[in-house]
């Protein structure tokens, strides 16, 4: 229920390729640029008065890098992803689908004797000969992009 | 010797492991992942030979682990993972995604370890005229980058798109080297790299463009079924592509470690569909193509940067200009003199049988970690990184970053270099398509060109 009203409430946009509320983004920028630059900072200042300058710089620089991954743990604590995952069951329809697009790119399938041994014995193992054999006849009759006959398809 | 070799070892460990886990999540693109990592590993005063295979062993493991959205969840790891994507898909619907995942990190093994002498070799074949090359170099960088822009997406808008890049990358140069003391670089690079990231959080502070942006639902994963299909630990890569399987991802290794002036995404899917074309049956058109192209994506980095690195020490490719330009222009540390063309890089600092021993062990280390990775824990790692790893935590680590490097560099200066740049080169970037690879191009072009000619 509160999640519900969690996901109703979101300002959902798409940054940099994948969705973000832009209350969250803003405050992960935030974290990120402020755990980052001043540890950077205070570390150039602190390996100042320890070490030549040149080396002082690079061991900031590396300090830095490390409070901005740990700025990214926290991130990833404080904010969850905008994502829903669903456990996707393997099903004929799609099976047939991908069938169906495969007759329609090249116009067969193939035959099964053409295939090297060792694939073929992988396709038999994967329990997917039947499903290349069975379009076999109709697939090697028909000479161009026709759409798939159901029936052949479906064996 | 053994303390160089030691070196080389951890830092391609460290390089394979934090890109096995990169690669896991979606969309993020090599260069803006490679080229800022590698830039602090060169920065922090790693030596040579593990800057290079902590590279290399990076590239080649995320080209591995990048095929487990890909073929699991069906979204491109990124930008190499694209062309994969349509065979994967198919495949993923056929019930067997883990052929899909199989067939493909095996065809990067076998390539990758292919790609490494050979582009050591092409180098030594180029390397006579190397002294033509960077003599030339003001001319030759402008002709790459026409090259390399009409090869992008933008095509001629790219190419016409170099002028106002080039001449805003000078401007801005011209003003900044006079306050700072010296030149610019890293701060150019970081704002070329991560330009898309920049111009997106600016247009999500503006409610005008904002709106384009809006999302109403999540984002939905499918996530493929889990199909045990082998037992055991590290299944021999050999075992699981049939012969002509290991002759074409071999032959097109070969073929693509030959070239280095076309744009890795072109490569693969030229190679990939060449192959595809010759194969009657279409399961195994599907399984030789996952091989083959996956094999070029890794080809093609190794070669796009092993070559133009070895025998002539200027970024000259589209690799080498974009992921890979910390391994020739990384200030204080590598430099290249924009008045003569003179170097001082990793082409000066190892020899050709040292990149060609650094770069297999690099090869050797990444394969070791990446490829039992991505065959056992490939369905755990892809829903752990859907359901924990938000993108609000990818983009506030880049965030930081970004300040971070711009302002050692180059202190308040650098930090408006790298937006000022960012916000121009994103815009160009996502308006018309002209991506980061270009860019760099368009920073040479402005550095060594524009004053040689303009002078």
Partial sequence: MSEDEGRRSEQLVEVWGDVVDVRHLRWAVVIGCVLGLPSYLLAALLFRQLTEPQLARAYALLVGLLACLAAGAINARLFPPKRDLVEEPGDDQSRDEAIAELVAESGALGSLDELPEAARRELRDLGLEDLFAGSRARGDSAPESRPPDEEAVRR | ?455
Avoid: C
């Fill in chain 2, 1 to 455: 010797m053994i303390a160089t070799i030691g070196i080389a070892l951890a830092m391609g460990l460290l390089g394979a492991i934090v890109f096995s886990a990169i690669g896991l999540v979606s969309g993020t693109d090599e260069t803006a992942t490679l080229a800022p990592l590698t830039l602090l590993v060169v920065l922090v005063g790693v030596p040579p030979a593990g800057v290079l295979a902590f590279f290399l062993a990076g590239a080649v493991a995320k080209h591995m682990t990048h095929m487990i959205p890909t073929a699991l969840l069906g979204i491109p790891g990124d930008t190499l993972a694209v062309p994969l994507l349509r065979e994967a898909s198919l495949l993923r619907r056929l019930g067997v995604p883990h052929i899909a995942l199989h067939k493909a990190i095996s065809g990067a093994a076998l390539a990758a370890f292919i790609a490494v002498p050979v582009a050591v070799g092409a180098a030594a074949l180029i390397a006579p005229f190397a002294r033509q090359v960077t003599a030339a170099a003001p001319y030759v960088f402008p002709l790459a980058a026409v090259l390399i822009a009409y090869f992008s997406r933008g095509r001629w808008a790219a190419v016409a798109g170099l002028v106002p890049m080039v001449l805003v990358i000078a401007a801005l140069q011209a003003f900044v080297t006079p306050l700072h003391g010296s030149s610019l670089s890293i701060s150019f690079f970081l704002g070329i790299a991560i330009g898309p990231l920049v111009a997106d959080l600016f247009a999500l502070s503006s409610p005008f463009a904002r709106q384009s942006m809006r999302r109403h639902t999540r984002r939905t994963f499918f996530l493929a079924p889990e199909v045990k299909g082998w037992t055991g630990w590290f299944p021999n890569p050999l075992k699981v592509l049939d012969r002509s399987q290991q002759a074409a991802t071999g032959a097109s290794a070969v073929l693509s470690s030959l070239t280095f002036v076309v744009s890795p995404v072109a490569m693969t899917v030229l190679l990939g569909e060449a192959v595809g074309a010759r194969i009657k049956h279409s399961y195994h058109r599907l399984t030789s193509m996952m091989a083959v192209k996956n094999g070029v994506t890794e080809s093609t980095y190794i070669a796009e940067t092993l070559i133009p690195l070895v025998a002539i020490g200027l970024p000259l490719s589209p690799v080498a200009a974009g992921p890979a330009a910390p391994l020739f222009n990384a200030p204080p540390v590598y430099t290249i003199d924009t008045a003569s063309g003179a170097t001082h890089n990793l082409h000066d600092m190892l020899s050709p049988w040292e990149f060609l021993g650094f770069g297999l062990v690099a090869v050797f280390v990444a394969v070791a970690v990446a490829y039992p990775f991505a065959m056992n824990y490939a369905r755990t790692a892809a829903a752990w990184v859907v359901r924990r790893l938000s993108q609000e935590a990818v983009i506030g680590t880049f965030a930081g970053l970004i300040l971070v490097i711009s302002v050692y560099e180059g202190g308040l200066l650098g930090l408006l270099v790298a937006s000022t740049v960012g916000i121009v080169g994103g815009l160009m970037n996502k308006l018309l398509g002209m991506h980061a690879g270009v860019q760099f191009m368009a920073y040479y072009t402005a550095a060594l060109t524009v004053p040689a000619l303009l002078g």
